[in-house]
Structure formats: structure tokens, C-alpha cells
């Protein structure tokens, strides 16, 4: 719903007894029941704190004195919220500085679904961060493709850098690798659907695997088993849609897919060696994330995605699933409260900063159900999520 008031610009979505609302100056969601929906709707479009007390009185039948310490409490925390804002931008900034001359000589030219695109490192370690989520569509600089886009990655003077084609050159804080990697991925949307990251609706943190009924987007910090559990549901036939990265449209809400190799930590290899014998703990390597040497449990090894899943059409979303793996518990699916819910979704995710995407991100949130699933027993894990599509 829109609402244009003098004051504020917010959004709101009813839920049976709630409502989701969006602040659109500080691009903050939070969740309210009533009569705290009514107060904070009376100061959004201006109201005293003295005429909010005192319609709270005549609407809910409260003492006066009741209904100015409720109303003074709602309007303090909004106060609070409107004080702070979500941290849901770029880092970037532009830079006239220019690459060294030897800066970008390491070249990955790869092509998906027609669509060829050129990475330019400036590193070894640079090439060894990105150039396993593409070697599977290397290609021979002479095969002819529809298009052809340039990304260029390096590092130089502790910051890190990101051009496509011709555009400005885009630089990052050191400090801030996961970024820096999430700018990557973005632009790589951007090189193969058309869309910079502004023209999304939203990216979320998650993985998704798709059917012909729709997609399952699986949700969990790092090392939680998200990845892995999308890797075993691709070795059943699902479409792979994303591993870490997964960008929803606005105008229609569908699920994007960003076709690149799914990331395996060390822990993750166990459950997933019978489908996938090549992963071999032997043979992997260390590499680098940004500076620091990862461990154990970082990435390690890269899986190539299956044929089915080197295709760029959408697909409208099913489910959204929190996924948490416990050796102790074979295999628990329990739908959840989206409300309840909805902070936990909202810490995975990038929410274009515009009164539509935040309507329709909304909207397109409280109409999916939500699950919490945790598992040990891979069996279990598959056959439970089949029933699901």
C-alpha cells in the first residue's frame, strides 16, 4: 500500500493482526500490532504527541494517562529507528586511478548461454578467489558468441578494484572483502541479465534450487549447510539457480539465476562425496580470501554446476527454507511465522532503497510460507524437500 503523507514516507503490508511497514528515509522494516500501528500512523503524517494521546483515548477507550505513555513509547522507538539507517549500500567509490601496466594480464574469456564475457585479474591471488566459479565455461578466444563484456578484478595499494567494460573504474576498502566479492557477483548480474543492481528488487544471501513448479531458496549463515544442501538437490535433477548469491526481479517478482560454481567448505565434503566422487580433500588447495589465509571450514573446492542448471530464465518462488545442519537431529521441516521470521530474512538480504522495490519485496515475502530446517541424514533431506515441490 502507498501512503503520501508531509512528514514521513513509509509502506505498509497488514498481516492478520500485524503490519510490516518500510521507512523509506532510513530504508529500515519493522513490525507493528495494534493500537502501536495507529500511533505510529498519526505521527507519520504529522500528528502532535499530545493529539496521538489523545485520539488513542477516544479509539481504544484508554486512561489519559495510559495513552500518553503508550503513544510516547511507540514514538520513541520510531524516533530511534529514524535516528539510524540500514548499512545497505555500496562501498564503493569512483577513482581516476589507473591499473599498472601489468596489473590485468591474467585473462579468463568464458561464455554462458551464448552470452560471452572476458575477466581480467590483476593478480594470482586474485585469479585464484574468482577463476574456479567460472572454469567451467572457459572457452577459446576464437569461438564466435552473441556478446561480448569485459570485468576486470585487481587489487593494488591495499584496496580493491572492479571495472566492466569501459565504465568507471570502482574501488573498495580492503577491509570489506565480502563486499568486494557481493560487487563481483553484482556486476557479473549485470553482464549477463541486463540489470545493475539498483534495477533489482532485491539480492538475498541464500542458495535455490527450481523444478517446473517453482524454486526453493534456502537461507543460513555461512557454514550453516545451505550450499550443500542445494548441491545435493541439484545431484537429484533440480536446476541449480544460485549457491550464494541470489538476485529477485521487481518487476515481476521471479528468482534470477547466477550460474557459477558452488563453493565447498572441508566439513561439507563427507555428505556430498557419494554424488560427488571428485571431491577429494587430498587435492584441495588453499586460497586466499582477500588477505587472509583460509581455514578449514572457509571454502576449499569449487563444484561445477550440472547442464540443467546453465540457463538464465527465471522462476517464481516456492518456499523459503532456514536451513541449520545438526549431526544430532536426521531430518526437521516446521513451518514457521513469516513475522517472526522476517528479521532473521531481512539480515541475508540487499533491498533496493525505493518505495516499489520495498512494497513489492513486502508483498512478495508474507505471500510465500516459511520453514525452518535442519538435518544430519541426507536421505531424509531430499525426500522431505521433494515433498515440498
Not at 521507512?23 to 519493522?30: I, K, M, Q, S, T
Not at 566459479?133 to 591495499?158: C, G, M, Y
Not at 547466477?258 to 587435492?283: G, M, R, Y
Amino acid at each position: 500500500m502507498q501512503v503520501n503523507c508531509p512528514k514521513m514516507d513509509y509502506r505498509f503490508y497488514p498481516i492478520e493482526e500485524d503490519y510490516a511497514v518500510w521507512l523509506g528515509e532510513v530504508h529500515r522494516f519493522l513490525i507493528l500490532k495494534e493500537p502501536a500501528f495507529f500511533v505510529f500512523e498519526c505521527y507519520a503524517v504529522g500528528h502532535s504527541k499530545n493529539t496521538i494521546a489523545e485520539r488513542c483515548t477516544a479509539k481504544y477507550n484508554l486512561p489519559e494517562s495510559e495513552a500518553n505513555r503508550f503513544s510516547q513509547e511507540i514514538i520513541n522507538e520510531v524516533e530511534k529507528l529514524m535516528a539510524t539507517s540500514d548499512n545497505n549500500s555500496s562501498l564503493a567509490t569512483y577513482t581516476e586511478a589507473e591499473p599498472p601496466g601489468n596489473a590485468l594480464t591474467r585473462i579468463q574469456n568464458c561464455a554462458v548461454n551464448g552470452k560471452r564475457f572476458n575477466l581480467l585479474y590483476g593478480d594470482e591471488q586474485i585469479e585464484k578467489t574468482f577463476s574456479p566459479l567460472f572454469s567451467q565455461f572457459e572457452i577459446h578466444r576464437h569461438e564466435k558468441n552473441v556478446t561480448v563484456a569485459t570485468l576486470a578484478i585487481f587489487k593494488n595499494e591495499q584496496k580493491y578494484y572492479l571495472r566492466m567494460n569501459d565504465g568507471k573504474l570502482l574501488c573498495y576498502p580492503e577491509d570489506d572483502f565480502k563486499q568486494f566479492h557481493g560487487e563481483v557477483y553484482a556486476a557479473f548480474l549485470e553482464l549477463i541479465h541486463g540489470r545493475h543492481l539498483q534495477q533489482w528488487m532485491g539480492v538475498f544471501h541464500a542458495s535455490a534450487v527450481a523444478s517446473e513448479q517453482g524454486a526453493l531458496i534456502f537461507v543460513a549463515d555461512s557454514g550453516s549447510g545451505k550450499s550443500t544442501t542445494a548441491a545435493l538437490m541439484m545431484a537429484h535433477g533440480y536446476r541449480l539457480l544460485a549457491d550464494d548469491f541470489l538476485p529477485l526481479a521487481t518487476d515481476s517478482p521471479e528468482v534470477y539465476p547466477l550460474p557459477v560454481a558452488i563453493s565447498v567448505k572441508t566439513n561439507a565434503i563427507p555428505p556430498l562425496k557419494k554424488w560427488f566422487p571428485d571431491l577429494d580433500p587430498e587435492d584441495l588447495e588453499d586460497i586466499k580470501n582477500g588477505d587472509e589465509e583460509l581455514h578449514s571450514d572457509d571454502y576449499v573446492s569449487f563444484l561445477p554446476i550440472s547442464e540443467n542448471s546453465i540457463n538464465l530464465s527465471p522462476v517464481p518462488a516456492r518456499a523459503i527454507l532456514f536451513v541449520r545442519y545438526d549431526p544430532d537431529v536426521p531430518f526437521s521441516l516446521i513451518r514457521e511465522s513469516n513475522v517472526i521470521m522476517m528479521n532473521s530474512f531481512l539480515k541475508q538480504s540487499w533491498i533496493a532503497q525505493n518505495p516499489i522495490a520495498a512494497s513489492r519485496f513486502l508483498e512478495w515475502y508474507f505471500s510465500l510460507p516459511v520453514y525452518s530446517l535442519v538435518y544430519s541424514d541426507t536421505a531424509l533431506l531430499v525426500n522431505g524437500l521433494k515433498n515440498l515441490f
